[in-house]
């Protein structure tokens, strides 16, 4: 790299500014390699030596390209700052182009929250200054932009005069960046207008030069936009690949804002498919990220998602209760398109629940806000419902007026205006049939009302006979009712004292899931220590009979701590779930932890471990001894340089699968637990192998595999969760852990989950 050369040559003649350039240089080089780590480390350099030397243009440099990576990864803040404090050198030195640079970048950070206001006065900045200093480089981004603020309004028309003139500048200048940008953009707007064959076309446009430039972030953008033509032309296959294909890369480079948007996008494809567990998972994704990164747009957008499968399910207090904190979210973001689309979700919601009253007012007030944004999809949603709901309060004129609105709204050719009319007079007919029906119905309740009145006088002559003998059953009655009340208040003191009891078991276990999640190897030191690694841990209950173990090199007293020293993993699976489980994996965890300090073998590991929950149990090593223990993969790394790791396994019950060079190698266990009816002297076998980067190996417990589910309700497998390990092995770390959760989600089903799950995949 040209970058180092300049960098070696700037140090060996102690030209600082040459060095404070190229250490900003080499950032460049990360930051379009997707490394932003390494290039917020290199821009750090650049930025402390250009201060030592007090050069105001370098200083502005490094401050201004710093403000721009926090922008990419929605670290606002520290954008907005570094960026300002760029703009102040900037304007000492009459750096307009730095502050282009920095207005255009300050814009962004509006446009993607959404503020189009804002981010448009920005942008009317830099490009006042681009036009000045006759940059067209820079007056091309600044026009594609303010396009993509107008294409976000829904002003389409504008958007497009905009973008296509950006375009024109960029081809001019070969900026294929640009380009590829602005074919996205347009791409967007043919989505938008459904317009999927030129909306492809435009999308597979933008492609081309992403993909030859290695940008990353467009291809994400770009892989998303696919898969929402594709499920819009109801091809959920090819859409579930180019979302999933988004999702990898987005994840791979940090970029939350699109895989933020897959998750809830893959959740409505299942939603539709009818995986309603699998589609929960996808949208509380997605809404997870969208809150980490404070966009209140998707996350509004999600809490709609979230409610309205809350509602299909039936879970209707925790419909409304995400439905109306969605609202506020929305309102408060000014997303006026989610908020309406809430409001009808609302008033879907009370329909279901007969709460008639509720239901017509969001109703209304939702298609206040489709008139008044014009929004054609709300509208016709929102129509449709009024018209339920006007039903259903038995005003039928009004029902039919807004099922009438709901089929204007839907028919947009001529052939569809007849076929309206046509509706209105079916509509009219059916009004009319119902008015008649109604009278019909009035009709027979007078009938029956004045034959009621007639058997009304022939009750009272038999009333005064009977009397005597009401009396007389009268105080037996009152007898009877005195006990069984007391029975009853009796009853219901039970029932209060069987839920207090219900209720501290359920806070003690609470509790107990803090106390035990507490013991676990933080996620903090997990990325230190296995960054590329996936933990995945389902309990099956609150607590968890399954745990996860992470032993790292330790320093003992008067000692150094050794460079390179082994790292001990294990996956354990405790005798039972649930408490008894939790207790024994409490116990389990932390003889394992003592007995990692003192002893370098897993086999050495396993042999105390079983000695020492064998002395905790007070078990024999006869029959008669309680066969509480558990079984276990226990792994020890050692990193002999920077390509190589030298891994040993022991195992009890537990085989370990591994990938080398591809090829599939299973390692059987000592057929022996810890503990239970295993001797107290019983000695592990212990494997040891050299694993190259890229090879990857996985600890599990047996809930995976034992999980019922599938078309015909029967066990995963091993097999089959060796074939789906072979399947995913060569993905990214965090793909195999997405497509492992999804399978088993998928495979699952509405059934029960039987077993804790464990899986851990470490990748050397």
Same mark, same amino acid.
């Given at each position: 790299?040209?970058?180092?050369?300049?960098?070696?040559?700037?140090?060996?003649?102690?030209?600082?500014?040459?060095?404070?350039?190229?250490?900003?240089?080499?950032?460049?080089?990360?930051?379009?390699?997707?490394?932003?780590?390494?290039?917020?480390?290199?821009?750090?350099?650049?930025?402390?030596?250009?201060?030592?030397?007090?050069?105001?243009?370098?200083?502005?440099?490094?401050?201004?390209?710093?403000?721009?990576?926090?922008?990419?990864?929605?670290?606002?803040?520290?954008?907005?700052?570094?960026?300002?404090?760029?703009?102040?050198?900037?304007?000492?030195?009459?750096?307009?182009?730095?502050?282009?640079?920095?207005?255009?970048?300050?814009?962004?950070?509006?446009?993607?929250?959404?503020?189009?206001?804002?981010?448009?006065?920005?942008?009317?900045?830099?490009?006042?200054?681009?036009?000045?200093?006759?940059?067209?480089?820079?007056?091309?981004?600044?026009?594609?932009?303010?396009?993509?603020?107008?294409?976000?309004?829904?002003?389409?028309?504008?958007?497009?005069?905009?973008?296509?003139?950006?375009?024109?500048?960029?081809?001019?200048?070969?900026?294929?960046?640009?380009?590829?940008?602005?074919?996205?953009?347009?791409?967007?707007?043919?989505?938008?207008?459904?317009?999927?064959?030129?909306?492809?076309?435009?999308?597979?446009?933008?492609?081309?030069? $992403?993909? #030859?430039?290695?940008?990353?972030?467009?291809? +994400? *953008?770009? %892989?998303?936009?696919?898969? /929402?033509?594709? =499920?819009? &032309?109801?091809?959920?296959?090819?859409?579930?690949?180019?979302?999933?294909?988004?999702?990898?890369?987005?994840?791979?480079?940090?970029?939350?804002?699109?895989?933020?948007?897959?998750?809830?996008?893959?959740?409505?494809?299942?939603?539709?498919?009818?995986?309603?567990?699998?589609?929960?998972?996808?949208?509380?994704?997605?809404?997870?990220?969208?809150?980490?990164?404070?966009?209140?747009?998707?996350?509004?957008?999600?809490?709609?998602?979230?409610?309205?499968?809350?509602?299909?399910?039936?879970?209707?207090?925790?419909?409304?209760?995400?439905?109306?904190?969605?609202?506020?979210?929305?309102?408060?973001?000014?997303?006026? $398109?989610? #908020?309406?689309?809430?409001?009808?979700?609302? +008033? *879907?919601? %009370?329909?279901?629940?007969? /709460?008639?009253? =509720?239901? &017509?007012?969001?109703?209304?007030?939702?298609?206040?806000?489709?008139?008044?944004?014009?929004?054609?999809?709300?509208?016709?949603?929102?129509?449709?419902?009024?018209?339920?709901?006007?039903?259903?309060?038995?005003?039928?004129?009004?029902?039919?007026?807004?099922?009438?609105?709901?089929?204007?709204?839907?028919?947009?050719?001529?052939?569809?205006?007849?076929?309206?009319?046509?509706?209105?007079?079916?509509?009219?007919?059916?009004?009319?049939?119902?008015?008649?029906?109604?009278?019909?119905?009035?009709?027979?309740?007078?009938?029956?009302?004045?034959?009621?009145?007639?058997?009304?006088?022939?009750?009272?002559?038999?009333?005064?006979?009977?009397?005597?003998?009401?009396?007389?059953? +009268?105080?037996?009655?009152?007898?009877?009712?005195?006990?069984? =009340?007391?029975?009853?208040?009796?009853?219901?003191?039970?029932?209060?004292?069987?839920?207090?009891?219900?209720?501290?078991?359920?806070?003690?276990?609470?509790?107990?899931?803090?106390?035990?999640?507490?013991?676990?190897?933080?996620?903090?030191?997990?990325?230190?220590?296995?960054?590329?690694?996936?933990?995945?841990?389902?309990?099956?209950?609150?607590?968890?009979?399954?745990?996860?173990?992470?032993?790292?090199?330790?320093?003992?007293?008067?000692?150094?701590?050794?460079?390179?020293?082994?790292?001990?993993?294990?996956?354990?699976?405790?005798?039972?779930?649930?408490?008894?489980?939790?207790?024994?994996?409490?116990?389990?965890?932390?003889?394992?932890?003592?007995?990692?300090?003192?002893?370098?073998?897993?086999?050495?590991?396993?042999?105390?471990?079983?000695?020492?929950?064998?002395?905790?149990?007070?078990?024999?090593?006869?029959?008669?001894?309680?066969?509480?223990?558990?079984?276990?993969?226990?792994?020890?790394?050692?990193?002999?340089?920077?390509?190589?790791?030298?891994?040993?396994?022991?195992?009890?019950?537990?085989?370990?699968?591994?990938?080398?060079?591809?090829?599939?190698?299973?390692?059987?266990?000592?057929?022996?637990?810890?503990?239970?009816?295993?001797?107290?002297?019983?000695?592990?076998?212990?494997?040891?192998?050299?694993?190259?980067?890229?090879?990857?190996?996985?600890?599990?417990?047996?809930?995976?595999?034992?999980?019922?589910?599938?078309?015909?309700?029967?066990?995963?497998?091993?097999?089959?969760?060796?074939?789906?390990?072979?399947?995913?092995?060569?993905?990214?770390?965090?793909?195999?852990?997405?497509?492992?959760?999804?399978?088993?989600?998928?495979?699952?089903?509405?059934?029960?989950?039987?077993?804790?799950?464990?899986?851990?995949?470490?990748?050397?």
């Amino acid at each position: 790299m040209l970058a180092d050369e300049a960098l070696k040559l700037s140090k060996s003649i102690n030209y600082f500014k040459g060095t404070s350039d190229a250490y900003h240089k080499i950032g460049m080089y990360y930051y379009y390699n997707d490394n932003y780590d390494s290039t917020l480390y290199f821009y750090n350099k650049s930025l402390a030596l250009a201060k030592q030397i007090n050069n105001k243009q370098l200083i502005a440099q490094a401050l201004s390209w710093t403000g721009a990576l926090y922008r990419i990864q929605n670290e606002f803040e520290k954008a907005e700052a570094h960026l300002n404090e760029a703009m102040k050198y900037a304007n000492e030195i009459n750096d307009n182009t730095r502050l282009v640079y920095c207005y255009r970048n300050l814009g962004e950070i509006e446009r993607v929250q959404q503020n189009g206001e804002k981010a448009i006065a920005y942008f009317d900045k830099a490009e006042k200054i681009a036009e000045k200093i006759k940059d067209k480089n820079q007056q091309a981004y600044i026009l594609g932009a303010i396009g993509e603020v107008y294409r976000q309004q829904s002003d389409f028309a504008l958007a497009l005069k905009y973008l296509n003139k950006s375009v024109d500048i960029a081809k001019e200048l070969n900026n294929k960046s640009l380009v590829s940008n602005n074919y996205y953009s347009i791409g967007e707007i043919y989505l938008s207008n459904s317009d999927f064959n030129k909306a492809l076309d435009y999308l597979e446009m933008a492609l081309k030069p $992403a993909k #030859e430039l290695n940008d990353n972030i467009r291809i +994400a *953008d770009v %892989y998303a936009s696919i898969g /929402d033509v594709y =499920k819009n &032309q109801g091809d959920g296959q090819k859409a579930e690949e180019y979302y999933k294909n988004a999702l990898a890369i987005s994840t791979q480079i940090s970029y939350m804002y699109t895989k933020s948007y897959c998750y809830s996008a893959l959740g409505e494809l299942k939603q539709g498919e009818q995986q309603y567990d699998l589609a929960m998972e996808y949208f509380n994704r997605s809404l997870g990220i969208a809150k980490s990164i404070n966009d209140n747009w998707r996350t509004a957008d999600c809490m709609n998602m979230i409610g309205d499968l809350h509602t299909i399910r039936l879970n209707y207090a925790k419909a409304e209760e995400t439905l109306l904190e969605g609202l506020s979210i929305a309102r408060f973001a000014e997303n006026k $398109a989610t #908020e309406g689309a809430i409001l009808t979700s609302l +008033a *879907d919601l %009370y329909l279901k629940q007969k /709460d008639y009253a =509720k239901a &017509q007012k969001y109703a209304e007030e939702s298609l206040a806000i489709a008139n008044q944004i014009n929004l054609a999809s709300n509208k016709k949603s929102v129509s449709e419902s009024l018209y339920k709901i006007y039903e259903k309060l038995g005003d039928y004129r009004k029902a039919f007026q807004y099922h009438v609105m709901y089929k204007d709204v839907s028919d947009s050719s001529r052939r569809e205006e007849v076929a309206k009319k046509l509706v209105q007079q079916q509509m009219q007919m059916e009004f009319n049939e119902k008015k008649a029906v109604s009278d019909i119905e009035q009709a027979k309740k007078d009938a029956i009302k004045e034959t009621e009145l007639h058997k009304q006088q022939i009750y009272t002559i038999i009333s005064i006979v009977g009397l005597l003998l009401m009396l007389v059953l +009268a105080v037996f009655i009152f007898r009877s009712q005195r006990k069984q =009340k007391l029975a009853n208040i009796q009853l219901e003191k039970q029932k209060q004292l069987i839920e207090h009891q219900k209720q501290e078991i359920t806070d003690s276990i609470n509790y107990s899931k803090r106390i035990q999640t507490a013991i676990l190897p933080h996620d903090d030191q997990i990325e230190k220590y296995l960054p590329q690694s996936f933990f995945l841990y389902k309990p099956k209950d609150i607590v968890s009979g399954d745990f996860y173990f992470l032993g790292v090199p330790r320093k003992k007293k008067g000692e150094e701590i050794q460079a390179g020293g082994p790292i001990v993993v294990a996956a354990a699976d405790c005798t039972g779930h649930g408490v008894p489980g939790a207790l024994m994996s409490v116990i389990s965890y932390q003889n394992l932890n003592e007995v990692s300090r003192n002893y370098s073998e897993p086999k050495d590991m396993l042999r105390k471990l079983n000695y020492r929950i064998k002395v905790a149990l007070k078990q024999s090593d006869d029959s008669k001894s309680t066969r509480d223990g558990l079984d276990i993969a226990l792994s020890s790394i050692k990193y002999i340089s920077e390509t190589q790791a030298e891994v040993k396994f022991a195992m009890a019950n537990r085989p370990v699968y591994i990938f080398k060079n591809s090829e599939f190698i299973e390692l059987k266990p000592t057929k022996h637990a810890i503990g239970g009816y295993t001797a107290r002297k019983q000695e592990f076998e212990q494997h040891e192998i050299v694993l190259n980067k890229g090879d990857v190996f996985y600890l599990c417990t047996d809930g995976y595999a034992d999980q019922f589910g599938g078309e015909r309700n029967k066990k995963f497998t091993t097999p089959r969760f060796k074939e789906l390990l072979k399947s995913i092995h060569h993905l990214t770390i965090e793909q195999q852990k997405i497509e492992l959760e999804e399978k088993i989600l998928s495979w699952k089903g509405e059934n029960e989950q039987l077993d804790d799950i464990l899986v851990i995949g470490i990748l050397i």
